[in-house]
């Protein structure tokens, strides 16, 4: 007798007249309870309810095409909800029992290369033709990359060498990444060389350098450098790679900081131990720093969006 008496006082409903708008509060039986909100033509455009096929809530709002395009099914798959938001022209979803890509489904295009100010972008300069390598630092080959934020650059480099050497006379070249024309820092003057005491002929071997830049929004060049220091020196079949990196993860040694001169004073057995640990010490406090950045930059843009809302209300 409770429980009916209990039930026919929910079948009764919530209802308030305002323009003809109604809002019902009811009882669905071994479901629960259901509220539906109707518009002056008597139509449910907003209604909550008990999954069906589960746990969790449905929940559903009707849009202007008379259809219900919002929809939250609390207990879809595996206990796990689905939202659906659609119109005429698009559909997206959110899944939230699936992992990774599959987790997300947006309308094609919905998202343009613009939007994403600051994903990661390579170029790439091929100069199949051979370059005479002078004493004075010569120019291999070059790329140009425009970096869409401030970030990094990965600059990789190859070319094969060829050195014709005549006995007796050491041949020998350095070869480096640069972000500027005729400066190769001590980092990169990296050495090739044949020995004075090897037999006359052309010597070809890889010649390969590679260097981390910091770089600033807008156009940025490097270059694959080499100056002779001995003997005729060629480089063919050259290769220059910039790609573009938005965020570190860790410390970053910048190229253009390091020595102009090769630090033969510093020669040791390896790192230490301790070295090693302060190294590792200095990347995850520098990401713990950068994290931190990001924190506060959307914590400003959430209160300057609050502030909007509260100056412009609709």
């Known amino acids: 007798m409770k429980d009916l008496l209990i039930a026919a006082l929910l079948c009764i409903g919530v209802q308030g007249i305002a323009q003809n708008v109604r809002i019902d509060l009811k009882h669905g039986g071994?479901?629960?309870?259901?509220?539906?909100?109707?518009?002056?033509?008597?139509?449910s455009i907003f209604t909550v309810q008990p999954d069906?096929?589960?746990?969790?809530?449905?929940?559903?709002?009707?849009?202007?095409?008379?259809?219900?395009?919002?929809?939250?099914?609390?207990d879809f798959f595996n206990s796990s909800g689905l939202f659906q938001l659609a119109g005429n022209g698009s559909s997206t979803q959110i899944r939230?029992?699936?992992?990774?890509?599959?987790?997300?489904?947006?309308?094609?295009?919905?998202?343009?290369?613009a939007e994403i100010n600051d994903e990661a972008g390579i170029t790439h300069k091929?100069?199949?033709?051979?370059?005479?390598?002078?004493?004075?630092?010569?120019?291999?080959?070059?790329?140009?990359?425009?970096?869409?934020?401030?970030?990094?650059?990965?600059?990789?480099?190859?070319?094969?060498?060829?050195?014709?050497?005549?006995?007796?006379?050491?041949?020998?070249?350095?070869?480096?990444?640069?972000?500027?024309?005729g400066t190769l820092s001590g980092v990169q003057d990296i050495l090739l060389a044949v020995p004075s005491g090897a037999a006359s002929g052309d010597y070809s071997m890889p010649g390969a350098a590679h260097g981390v830049y910091e770089v600033t929004a807008g156009a940025n060049s490097f270059y694959l450098l080499g100056?002779?220091?001995?003997?005729?020196?060629?480089?063919?079949?050259?290769?220059?790679?910039?790609?573009?990196?938005?965020?570190?993860?860790?410390?970053?040694?910048?190229?253009?900081?390091?020595?102009?001169?090769?630090?033969?004073?510093?020669?040791?057995?390896?790192?230490?131990p301790?070295?090693?640990?302060?190294?590792?010490?200095?990347?995850?406090?520098?990401?713990?720093?950068?994290?931190?950045?990001?924190?506060?930059?959307?914590?400003?843009?959430l209160l300057d969006t609050a502030s909007s809302s509260q100056n412009n209300p609709r």
């Open 52 to 74: 069906e096929a589960g746990n969790g809530a449905y929940v559903a709002i009707r849009s202007g095409r008379n259809a219900f395009d919002f929809l939250w099914d609390g």
């Open 30 to 43: 071994a479901m629960g309870g259901q509220l539906d909100v109707y518009d002056e033509a008597q139509r």
């Open 96 to 113: 939230t029992y699936n992992i990774g890509d599959e987790a997300v489904i947006l309308p094609g295009n919905a998202i343009s290369a």
């Open 274 to 301: 301790a070295q090693i640990s302060q190294a590792e010490k200095a990347s995850l406090l520098a990401n713990q720093e950068r994290m931190q950045r990001e924190i506060d930059e959307l914590k400003a843009l």
């Open 227 to 272: 100056k002779k220091l001995s003997g005729s020196i060629t480089a063919r079949d050259s290769k220059v790679t910039a790609l573009f990196i938005p965020t570190s993860y860790g410390t970053v040694e910048n190229e253009i900081d390091a020595p102009t001169e090769d630090q033969l004073s510093l020669t040791s057995d390896g790192l230490t």
């Open 126 to 181: 091929l100069n199949s033709g051979s370059v005479a390598v002078g004493g004075v630092t010569t120019t291999i080959a070059s790329t140009v990359i425009v970096a869409p934020t401030d970030g990094y650059v990965i600059v990789m480099a190859h070319s094969e060498i060829e050195l014709d050497h005549t006995s007796g006379i050491e041949s020998s070249v350095n070869i480096g990444v640069s972000e500027a024309q």
